[in-house]
């Protein structure tokens, strides 16, 4: 799957390919990924920008379930999802994100047991899309 990153996004993970000698943008995006998944601290947040026209990066189909399953849980797309996860990552706020890992291969059965609503909950509003990108902006 190919995905576009925004231009602050492909720079910063531009510089972080140089540094480690990568041949191309996708390797180093879907490195990012795997260690954003798997909760790896690369210490490469202070390598510089570089201004680069590559955009587009072709991710691995590995990264494709969980990206889809964080971005559709924030009604965002899986672009903006990667460009999310990656831009938090590389600025250090790892903590104010969770990836799902994996699905639970053996989920218990639940026991159905009747209780009268007391009253209705209602779901908490969460900011998505383009007003979460705007909150992170500040």
Avoid: C
């Amino acid at each position: 799957m190919q995905v576009r990153l925004a231009p602050s996004v492909a720079a910063k993970v531009e510089g972080i390919r140089q540094s480690l000698e990568y041949l191309k943008l996708s390797d180093t995006v879907n490195l990012l990924l795997d260690a954003i998944r798997h909760k790896w601290d690369l210490k490469i947040s202070s390598l510089s920008q570089i201004e680069t026209n590559e955009t587009r990066v072709r991710l691995d189909k590995r990264h494709h379930d969980w990206l889809s399953q964080y971005s559709s849980q924030r009604g965002i797309n899986i672009a903006s999802a990667t460009n999310l996860l990656i831009s938090e990552y590389l600025a250090g706020n790892v903590s104010s994100f969770q990836t799902p890992l994996t699905k639970s291969v053996n989920q218990q059965p639940q026991i159905q047991t009747e209780i009268a609503p007391i009253e209705q909950i209602q779901p908490i509003e969460k900011p998505k899309g383009q007003a979460l990108m705007r909150s992170l902006k500040l």
